[in-house]
């Protein structure tokens, strides 16, 4: 495997599951990023992992958990969501957490929430 | 304040046009870095520049060029003779150095280019 992978590629969930999300990066990065992708709206920075520490949580709700258990894997757990959490939900990767570092990112996982 | 404006929702080109994509920021900060992002249907983002504030050169990478222009807080985008393989989302994308909040990446709203055969 390359670059930056995400599992599951497609999700439907009811409101009431428990469910996570994966990611895993090959690139030796130190920093991970998880992104909302909706319709119409700008890519959303969810949260942000430097050196397995999560540096910034964006006015997330508590129904999205992350996890960085190591360098190379984040876990987004998901549970009681509601449909307008259905998105995109991207992950990625960058040497470091600085601003002149482009960010690798991977295929993204397709949420729905029925 | 939106900090990176893509006017432009969607474009539809013919094949072999040029095309260029708009994108203008809005920062303070002296140094940032500014970026373009490609998404073909898969979803998958895949990096295709970077360019730091102090540097002004226009970039040509194959049919890919970029012009950066501080005076216009401007970073536009050519695709010359463009291709169906084009077909994308494109979005633009601004780096700064938040002192709080360390570094955070603003992405454009994206324009999706449509290039027929």
């Known amino acids: 495997e390359t670059g930056v992978t995400q599992t599951p590629r497609h999700l439907v969930m009811g409101m009431t599951n428990k469910k996570s999300l994966k990611c895993e990066q090959h690139?030796?990065?130190?920093?991970m990023y998880w992104y909302k992708q909706s319709a119409k709206k700008p890519l959303e920075l969810m949260f942000v992992?430097?050196?397995?520490?999560?540096?910034e949580n964006n006015s997330v709700p508590s129904r999205f958990s992350p996890e960085c258990p190591n360098s190379s894997h984040l876990f987004l757990h998901l549970h009681t969501l509601q449909p307008e959490d259905s998105a995109l939900y991207l992950c990625?990767?960058?040497?470091?957490?600085?601003?002149?570092?482009?960010?690798?990112f991977g295929p993204g996982t397709r949420l729905t929430v029925t | 304040a939106q900090k990176v404006t893509q006017a432009q929702t969607e474009i539809s080109v013919v094949e072999k046009e040029d095309v260029t994509l708009d994108c203008v920021y809005e920062?303070?900060?002296?140094?940032?870095?500014l970026f373009w992002y490609k998404q073909p249907p898969s979803g998958e983002l895949v990096f295709l520049i970077r360019?730091?504030?102090?540097?002004?050169q226009n970039e040509i990478s194959g049919r890919y060029s970029w012009n950066f222009q501080k005076s216009t807080s401007s970073f536009n985008f050519t695709i010359t003779a463009s291709q169906v393989v084009d077909s994308a989302v494109y979005f633009c994308?601004?780096?700064?150095?938040?002192?709080?909040?360390?570094?955070?990446?603003?992405f454009g709203k994206g324009t999706t280019l449509s290039v027929s055969s």
């Open positions: 990625a990767s960058s040497l470091a957490h600085l601003a002149n570092y482009e960010q690798y």
């Open positions: 690139l030796g990065h130190n920093a």
């Open positions: 992992y430097s050196l397995e520490e999560r540096v």
């Open positions: 920062t303070r900060d002296t140094t940032y870095y």
């Open positions: 360019r730091n504030s102090f540097d002004e």
């Open positions: 994308a601004l780096s700064e150095v938040d002192q709080q909040a360390g570094t955070a990446l603003i």
